[in-house]
């Protein structure tokens, strides 16, 4: 009988496979109470010039920020700043006064005034009604209009993130806030509630209150030092073909630029991810540093969805998943088919980023690419599968 490989080899002989099958680069961390207990990576950071990826290889997070931005904004709430039960305009006034788009069975739509506020809730579980900028319907349509607008008044990524979602308080919200699920701008709003209560940037909390007392030296909105020549490069895959593209976000990160989304926008490395992410999967201390309480990410990590807000919710990818403030949250691991635990938690990122926290373990995976598409469901699905297979 042949015996089951020792500890991560199934897991690097993947990520080989990945990179042999189509994927430029990839990389791939696992840790367990502060302790890594693996380090793969194989491919390039750049075709062309054949620079591979490294331990030093900088990528963009993109919606892995959410868990950053969400994560810090619970650690004001554990401070007594907010309640998750405050209306947003407690903070932001803008948002006193918000209008709803009806549509009727006759497919008619009209605009009315919201029958109640958005809680700070609504925009962790993103229940605000405020979707990302894309299709058709009349919210998305008028939020298009609105970055136009700031666009022409500040410049591109030349404001702020509370000029921007003061901005978007004027958008009809798709629903009632906390009626539906709806992917978009709540951590946004989560980001200018940290602006308005802290006093600080951003930027500035998150790397007084995060980064620097984790020592996540290579990660931030903008360029310092060498990050711009570590940063991966990203590709588009299409039938067969792998060809070099300019990120569309990438002018956010020029040192000019103001805008600190809540939404996107951070760029790390696995090793300052997962100092990160094995932070939270360990009660919140880091090397003997506690950043936030435990039950705060127990709180964290509770699906926070109705039954109503979950059919908004899933899919494959998301199967046995529910959602919790900022990051999905493992309800049912025969519905998800995952050999994780009940409430281990993370989140993903547009381009390929993903990460994963199992507190019950002290565990966390992380692991990132860069293409367009990213191919979320059969990359992630299948790293989560190998390295929680290889723990002892």
């Given at each position: 009988m042949e015996m089951h490989m020792a500890n991560f080899e199934y897991l690097d002989s993947l990520l080989k496979e990945f990179t042999v099958n189509g994927l430029p680069g990839c990389s791939c961390a696992v840790a367990k109470e502060g302790n890594t207990l693996f380090e793969g990576y194989h491919g390039y950071a750049d075709i062309e010039t054949q620079k591979p990826i490294t331990r030093e290889t900088v990528f963009r997070l993109y919606s892995m920020t959410k868990?950053?931005?969400?994560?810090?904004?619970?650690?004001?709430?554990?401070?007594?700043a907010f309640l998750l039960?405050?209306?947003?305009?407690?903070?932001?006034?803008?948002?006193?006064?918000r209008n709803v788009v009806d549509v009727q069975r006759n497919g008619g739509v009209s605009v009315r005034e919201a029958k109640a506020p958005a809680l700070i809730k609504h925009a962790f579980t993103m229940a605000v009604g405020l979707p990302y900028p894309y299709g058709d319907t009349p919210t998305a349509q008028a939020i298009r209009e609105i970055n136009d607008e700031l666009e022409a008044r500040f410049g591109k990524g030349m404001y702020s993130v509370v000029d921007e979602v003061k901005a978007l308080a004027a958008a009809p919200a798709a629903f009632e806030a906390g009626s539906h699920f709806l992917y978009g701008y709540g951590h946004d709003i989560v980001a200018a509630l940290i602006q308005?209560?802290?006093?600080?940037?951003?930027?500035?909390?998150?790397?007084?209150?995060?980064?620097?007392?984790?020592?996540?030296?290579?990660?931030?909105?903008?360029?310092?030092?060498?990050?711009?020549?570590r940063m991966v490069s990203l590709y588009n895959r299409d039938n067969g073909e792998v060809n070099k593209i300019i990120d569309k976000r990438d002018h956010l990160h020029e040192p000019d630029a103001k805008l600190e989304s809540g939404g996107a926008g951070l760029f790390s490395t696995i090793g300052d991810y997962l100092k990160f992410t094995q932070m939270l999967a360990n009660g919140g201390i880091y090397s003997g540093r506690r950043i936030i309480g435990r039950k705060t990410i127990d709180l964290m990590r509770q699906n926070h969805l109705t039954r109503n807000q979950l059919r908004d919710f899933g899919g494959v990818y998301l199967a046995g998943y529910g959602y919790?403030?900022?990051?999905?949250?493992?309800?049912?691991?025969?519905?998800?088919?995952?050999?994780?635990?009940?409430?281990?938690?993370?989140?993903?990122?547009?381009?390929?980023?993903?990460a994963s926290i199992d507190p019950s373990e002290g565990v966390s995976a992380v692991y990132m690419h860069q293409t367009l598409p990213s191919l979320e469901e059969y990359y992630h699905l299948r790293v989560r599968a190998a390295a929680y297979g290889g723990l002892k």
């Open positions: 868990v950053v931005i969400c994560t810090a904004a619970m650690m004001l709430y554990e401070r007594g039960s405050d209306p947003i305009y407690d903070y932001i006034p803008e948002y006193r006064r308005v209560i802290s006093g600080k940037s951003v930027w500035d909390f998150l790397r007084e209150e995060i980064f620097e007392p984790l020592g996540m030296d290579n990660t931030g909105y903008r360029y310092f030092g060498d990050i711009r020549e919790g403030l900022g990051v999905r949250t493992m309800m049912d691991i025969a519905a998800g088919g995952s050999n994780t635990s009940v409430g281990e938690f993370g989140w993903t990122g547009l381009l390929g980023t993903w």
